[in-house]
C-alpha cells in the first residue's frame, strides 16, 4: 500500500539537461516536502507546499523549482544540472505543517 | 539557530547487545523531537516521536525520552537485531508554520550476528 510514490527511483541526466522528479501521494495530505540528501548527510529541505501556497528555503538554489498541480502531485525540476546536484531526493507530505511527515522511497539522481 | 547534534558513527554491536545513539538539540520555544531510521537504498521511516518534555516516544522495541533539561533524545533499544542496521535520524521540528525538520547528521548502526 503505497503511500508516497517517487518516479524514478533513478536517473540519470547530462550535465546542463533539464530533468523533473515526480513525487505523488494518497494520503490526501495537505503539505509536500522536498528534500535533498547528499551522500551520507542529512536530508536538507528544499521547499514545501502548503496546499498551493509555496515555500522556498531561503538557500535553496534557483536552479531547483517545483510545480504542484493538484493535491496528490509534486514535481522538482532542475533546470540546469550540475555535478553538485547528484544526491538523493526525497519527497514527504503531512496532514499539517506540525504533523508527522511520511517519506517517500526517494530518487536517486546521477549527473553525467 | 536551531540544530541538532548526534553521536558520531559509525557503531557497531553484537546482536543482542545494548544500544544507545546520543542526541542533542538546540532550539527556541518548545519543538518536538523524532528519530528517524533510513534501510539501504529506502526513504526515512518515522521510528519514535515525543511532542514535549518528559514525553517518552516508543516503537519495536526503541525508546527515547524527550529532556528538556538537558536538550536531549537519546535512542535506545535493549536487544539489537541484525535487522536493526540502518542509518538513524534524530530531528526537531521548528514550529507550526514552517512544518522544517532539521536532522542531525545520521549514525550508521552495524549489527553483526
Known amino acids: 500500500d503505497a503511500m508516497v510514490i517517487q518516479n524514478p527511483r533513478y536517473q540519470v541526466t547530462q550535465f546542463g539537461k533539464p530533468v523533473t522528479l515526480s513525487c505523488s501521494q494518497t494520503l490526501n495530505h495537505n503539505v509536500m516536502y522536498w528534500y535533498q540528501q547528499k551522500s551520507s548527510q542529512a536530508p536538507k529541505l528544499l521547499f514545501h507546499y502548503y496546499d498551493k501556497d509555496f515555500n522556498n528555503e531561503a538557500d535553496t538554489p534557483d536552479n531547483f523549482q517545483s510545480r504542484r498541480p493538484n493535491t496528490s502531485f509534486c514535481f522538482l525540476d532542475i533546470r540546469s544540472p550540475g555535478l553538485g546536484d547528484a544526491a538523493m531526493y526525497l519527497c514527504?507530505?503531512?496532514?499539517?505543517?506540525?504533523?508527522?511527515?511520511?517519506f517517500g522511497p526517494g530518487t536517486r539522481l546521477t549527473v553525467t | 539557530g536551531d540544530s541538532v547534534t548526534q553521536m558520531e558513527g559509525p557503531v557497531t554491536l553484537s546482536e543482542e547487545a545494548f544500544l544507545t545513539i546520543n542526541c542533542t538539540y538546540t532550539a527556541t520555544g518548545y519543538p518536538s523531537l523524532f528519530w528517524y531510521v533510513q534501510y539501504p537504498g529506502e526513504g526515512l521511516q518515522l521510528l519514535l516521536k515525543?511532542?514535549?518534555?518528559?514525553d517518552k516516544g516508543s516503537n519495536k522495541g526503541f525508546e527515547a525520552t524527550y529532556r528538556k533539561e538537558t536538550t536531549s533524545f537519546h535512542l535506545e533499544k535493549g536487544s539489537v537485531q541484525v535487522s536493526d542496521s540502518a542509518v538513524y535520524f534524530c530531528a526537531l521540528s521548528v514550529g507550526s508554520n514552517t512544518g522544517k525538520l532539521i536532522f542531525g547528521q545520521g549514525t550508521t548502526l552495524q549489527v553483526k550476528p
Open positions: 515525543a511532542t514535549k518534555a518528559d
Open positions: 514527504a507530505t503531512s496532514r499539517e505543517t506540525d504533523y508527522e511527515q511520511y
